[in-house]
């Protein structure tokens, strides 16, 4: 609670609290727009305006400017001053005790606010104007903001010193913050500057703005500002989204060699270093020109020859399509069978695009992350799309920050980490606006963005520089072709970054069925099977010896069902085998293995002392003894839900990527810092556990010589490659039937 902001809350409600048409605020110290508002509505009153609106729009500046072109010490209302007070404190400044005087604290306050929009220059008197006044009442910001930059509010502030003047334009922010609202002010002030009467500068990228550039805002090397500010105002677009030129009104050669880069980074021909007209385009609107050819693009519609003719014929060299459709959709966008060879026979390549919802913010979650990559990872395979292939994820909507931050990184956060648990072999991308493309692709979640830049509109869009990843820009939507070579695509230019994919292979197939989900109305009953099944092995529940009971162990079994599911169907294996062996895992945790963990805890904090003091100066060496090694030194043990060692991670991971069954560089298995990272996941993260047995149920295979489709291991192989893996082979097959029972009915 701010005090003197509850300050100005009390004093407005107690003043007007009774005025018809008044809704009092809470009174909560937390300046918001209930406040602002209430200010407003008070001020109204005060100019004899009615009905009160709370809005201060154009009916209350105008009559403001009548009655109060200036608010100083020559004001007789003491109210009136009190309103600027009270808005001086919710805006962080003095406001004098809410004293009705205009005194010489507030005078200074009201200058530091002058001087932080910006305006103090721009208007030949002190006090407060009306246009100040208007921003006074606002939640917008003056003063950097977090996460604001300084280059980007001085340009905030120049925009309001050089165009607040015009009858239009009013104070905008000046938190350093690029927002919509700083575009269209940027916009704006290059309409004044083309001449333009203030009802047509609309901030919005229309033919006449188009044309005016074209005709008198072409910019190169010599150029400067005198009668126009176009070359300000061209350097400010560059600013903002994020090059690195000066604020001065001057176009160098070293501008211009920066403007070349900048033509390179969007693929804007030729790239000369000239402010022409598609250079301004891509600067002020997120499809830039949307008369311009891309050699990309995507479409819904199955690409017969006669489509890929006409699209080679037109330029275009890569294709996205659909790996799947969506459910409860009649229009069937997924990619055709023979399609990819049709378009790879005619010199073209394929993106993958993944989509089945994505419009809403409901649809994203850490569980739909997980389901979408097991599903597109499958479709991508039964399609013949090869390892290293980047499948892009579509959020097709708005999205706006709450949005980004509460639901869709956490779902990609799991997509990708599933991939990664599915052996690698495909990346994950994605499809949506430059502000979710770009905060993914800072969290590592993603390696490559195509950017539905068509949608000017988007909040996500406009503010917001291209993503420095970007691969395609969606543009535009056009028809190319006549006849059966017709087809409707939305046109991409691309930046070389995803050259896309022609070489396919036949997917793997097996005759045996793969293992789905398990149905988790059954829970209850598989826990009387498994109970009964541990009783026969003569395996009790002992709670005080046995930390983890046969309940436990299967519920955390169950909590990993779609990992276990995924990594069965990705190793084409029974899931029974990778079930049975984390429950035993699980259920065996004594706690001599707790004491264990501690204890290569211990060592590795040792080594990490050790390796420090080895590397200190020598005079320091020379008087400071090295670290004690623990008793006993032990580096490595079986831990986390598999109770895996890290040597037997190492060498399973090693063993399946030169079989290459996942795409990974070999770990050194002599290096104790590689030992300690493996070691450390098995033990902190159940999901990299989890996805590592497969990986030694494989190796352990090949060292037992079954070989073969694991899907169709008899008894006596499973076994041995049960027994292999924990040495209790025997005692795990009757886990593993009773696992496979329940698998078996669902298939």
């Known amino acids: 609670m701010d005090q003197l902001v509850l300050r100005a809350q009390q004093w407005v409600n107690s003043v007007y609290g009774?005025?018809?048409?008044?809704?009092?605020?809470?009174?909560?110290?937390?300046?918001?727009?209930?406040?602002?508002?209430?200010?407003?509505?008070?001020?109204?009153?005060?100019?004899?305006?009615?009905?009160?609106s709370g809005t201060f729009g154009p009916a209350t500046l105008q009559v403001l400017t009548a009655a109060w072109p200036v608010v100083d010490a020559d004001t007789p209302s003491p109210n009136i001053v009190k309103i600027v007070q009270c808005g001086l404190y919710c805006?962080?400044?003095?406001?004098?005790?809410?004293?009705?005087?205009?005194?010489?604290?507030?005078?200074?306050?009201?200058?530091?606010?002058?001087?932080?929009?910006?305006?103090?220059?721009?208007?030949?008197?002190?006090?407060?104007?009306?246009?100040?006044?208007?921003?006074?009442?606002?939640?917008?910001?003056?003063?950097?903001?977090?996460?604001?930059?300084?280059?980007?509010?001085?340009?905030?502030?120049?925009?309001?010193?050089?165009?607040?003047?015009r009858q239009d334009f009013f104070v905008i922010p000046c938190d350093g913050r690029f927002s919509r609202d700083l575009q269209r002010s940027l916009l704006r002030a290059i309409q004044f500057e083309l001449g333009m009467e203030s009802a047509a500068a609309t901030g919005r990228f229309g033919p006449a703005t188009q044309a005016g550039i074209t005709s008198q805002a072409v910019l190169?090397?010599?150029?400067?500002?005198?009668?126009?500010?176009?070359?300000?105002?061209?350097?400010?677009?560059?600013?903002?989204?994020?090059?690195?030129?000066?604020?001065?009104?001057?176009?160098?050669?070293?501008?211009?060699?920066?403007?070349?880069?900048?033509?390179?980074?969007?693929?804007?021909?030729?790239?000369?270093?000239?402010?022409?007209?598609?250079?301004?385009?891509?600067?002020?609107?997120?499809?830039?020109?949307?008369?311009?050819?891309?050699?990309?693009?995507?479409?819904?519609?199955?690409?017969?020859?006669?489509?890929?003719?006409?699209?080679?014929?037109?330029?275009?060299?890569?294709?996205?399509?659909?790996?799947?459709?969506?459910?409860?959709?009649?229009?069937?966008?997924?990619?055709?069978?023979?399609?990819?060879?049709?378009?790879?026979?005619?010199?073209?390549?394929?993106?993958?695009?993944?989509?089945?919802?994505?419009?809403?913010?409901?649809?994203?979650?850490?569980?739909?992350?997980?389901?979408?990559?097991?599903?597109?990872?499958?479709?991508?395979?039964?399609?013949?799309?090869?390892?290293?292939?980047?499948?892009?994820?579509?959020?097709?909507?708005?999205?706006?920050?709450?949005?980004?931050?509460?639901?869709?990184?956490?779902?990609?956060?799991?997509?990708?980490?599933?991939?990664?648990?599915?052996?690698?072999?495909?990346?994950?991308?994605?499809?949506?606006?430059?502000?979710?493309?770009?905060r993914l692709a800072r969290?590592?979640?993603?390696?490559?963005?195509?950017?539905?830049?068509?949608?000017?509109?988007?909040?996500?869009?406009?503010?917001?520089?291209?993503p420095a990843d970007w691969a395609f820009d969606q543009i535009s939507t056009i028809t190319v072709g006549t006849g059966p070579g017709s087809v409707e695509i939305d046109n991409d230019v691309a930046s070389g970054r995803d050259p896309g994919q022609s070489l396919f292979v036949p997917p793997v197939t097996s005759a045996h069925p793969l293992d789905v989900r398990f149905d988790m109305s059954r829970r209850d009953e598989l826990l009387d099977d498994l109970m009964t099944c541990m009783a026969s092995m003569e395996v009790h529940e002992m709670p005080l010896i046995w930390p983890n009971s046969t309940e436990h162990s299967l519920d955390m079994v169950l909590r990993q069902d779609a990992l276990i599911t995924g990594l069965?169907?990705?190793?084409?294996?029974?899931?029974?085998?990778?079930?049975?062996?984390?429950?035993?895992?699980?259920?065996?945790?004594?706690?001599?293995?707790?004491?264990?963990?501690?204890?290569?805890?211990?060592?590795?904090?040792?080594?990490?002392?050790?390796?420090?003091?080895?590397?200190?100066?020598?005079?320091?060496?020379?008087?400071?003894?090295?670290p004690t090694a623990p008793y006993p030194r032990k580096d490595d043990t079986s831990t986390g839900v598999g109770q895996i060692h890290a040597r037997a991670a190492i060498a399973a991971r090693n063993h399946a990527a030169g079989a290459g069954v996942i795409a990974s560089e070999p770990l050194d298995p002599d290096d104790w810092q590689v030992i300690r990272s493996v070691w450390r996941r098995l033990r902190e993260d159940p999901e990299y556990n989890i996805s590592t047995v497969p990986l030694v149920l494989l190796t352990c295979a090949d060292e037992t010589g079954a070989g073969g489709d694991p899907l169709a291991y008899d008894a006596s192989r499973l076994v041995d490659v049960m027994d292999r893996y924990s040495g209790n082979g025997s005692e795990l097959a009757h886990i593993y039937e009773v696992f496979e029972t329940y698998n078996a009915s669902t298939r």
């Not at 009774?18 to 005060?46: C, F, K, S």
């Open 91 to 165: 805006k962080g400044y003095n406001g004098s005790g809410i004293s009705g005087t205009y005194d010489s604290i507030t005078g200074t306050s009201v200058t530091r606010l002058r001087t932080d929009m910006g305006v103090d220059g721009a208007f030949p008197a002190g006090g407060v104007v009306p246009k100040v006044f208007r921003a006074l009442l606002t939640m917008d910001a003056y003063v950097l903001a977090d996460g604001g930059s300084g280059r980007t509010r001085e340009i905030q502030q120049w925009l309001n010193s050089a165009y607040v003047s």
């Open 568 to 626: 069965s169907r990705v190793y084409r294996m029974r899931k029974a085998l990778i079930q049975s062996q984390v429950f035993w895992a699980t259920r065996r945790i004594t706690p001599e293995d707790a004491l264990a963990d501690l204890a290569v805890m211990a060592y590795y904090g040792y080594r990490a002392e050790l390796e420090a003091w080895q590397a200190s100066p020598p005079e320091r060496r020379a008087t400071t003894p090295p």
């Open 443 to 466: 969290e590592g979640l993603t390696v490559s963005s195509f950017v539905s830049d068509m949608s000017t509109g988007f909040r996500g869009n406009l503010g917001f520089p291209l």
């Open 220 to 438: 190169g090397p010599g150029a400067v500002d005198s009668e126009t500010r176009f070359v300000r105002l061209f350097q400010a677009a560059m600013i903002l989204n994020g090059w690195d030129v000066p604020f001065d009104g001057e176009y160098t050669t070293d501008m211009a060699d920066t403007v070349a880069a900048f033509q390179e980074f969007a693929r804007l021909l030729p790239g000369n270093g000239i402010a022409g007209y598609q250079t301004w385009a891509a600067l002020l609107v997120s499809n830039g020109d949307p008369t311009r050819r891309g050699t990309a693009c995507d479409c819904v519609t199955e690409i017969t020859p006669a489509r890929a003719d006409t699209l080679k014929a037109e330029g275009y060299g890569t294709v996205g399509r659909y790996l799947t459709n969506s459910p409860n959709s009649s229009l069937n966008k997924r990619i055709q069978p023979g399609e990819l060879d049709t378009i790879a026979f005619a010199g073209l390549s394929v993106f993958p695009i993944y989509q089945t919802g994505g419009h809403t913010p409901d649809y994203f979650s850490p569980e739909q992350g997980a389901e979408d990559a097991l599903a597109a990872l499958e479709a991508a395979r039964d399609h013949g799309f090869v390892r290293g292939t980047t499948i892009y994820f579509a959020v097709d909507f708005d999205a706006v920050d709450g949005d980004v931050t509460g639901r869709i990184i956490p779902h990609f956060r799991r997509l990708a980490a599933h991939l990664k648990h599915y052996g690698g072999d495909f990346s994950a991308g994605v499809y949506g606006p430059r502000d979710v493309c770009g």
């Open 18 to 52: 009774n005025v018809a048409g008044y809704r009092p605020i809470p009174e909560d110290g937390r300046t918001g727009w209930a406040t602002m508002r209430a200010l407003v509505e008070a001020l109204q009153h005060e100019l004899g305006i009615t009905p009160l």
